[in-house]
């Protein structure tokens, strides 16, 4: 069962950057999917990205695309998101999550991390 930490969240300014981190124990990090997602206070998490096991294919959510960039090291058993141009609307608490398949990237993740907060102010 692979463990995740996340980090790299914090307090910015709207049009600011910030990078998040996730990292993952174990030694078979490359056989598994990543995503991003996010829950802000009221409302329901909701999927941001998400990166093959590979990293060949990427998904973004319709809100995010352009701004946000989702990467990964796979020496380094690192999943990373890349947040610029950031908006109000984007504070929330951001989780890290893993699967052991590259099928239907955009739910169905049964490994979570405790999450990360990102407030972004106007």
């Known amino acids: 069962q692979v463990q995740l930490v996340e980090s790299g969240g914090g307090l910015v300014q709207a049009g600011g950057s910030l990078k998040l981190s996730c990292a993952a124990s174990?030694?078979?990090?490359?056989?598994?999917?990543m995503g991003w997602f996010r829950q802000a206070p009221g409302k329901e998490r909701e999927f941001v990205a998400a990166i093959s096991q590979t990293g060949r294919r990427t998904y973004y959510a319709d809100s995010v695309r352009g701004r946000f960039t989702i990467s990964r090291d796979n020496a380094k058993n690192t999943v990373y998101l890349q947040m610029n141009s950031l908006k109000p609307e984007d504070t929330a608490v951001y989780y890290c999550a893993a699967k052991r398949t590259d099928f239907d990237l955009l739910r169905n993740y049964p490994y979570w991390g405790q999450g990360t907060q990102v407030t972004v102010s106007s």
């Open positions: 174990g030694r078979t990090f490359g056989t598994y999917a």
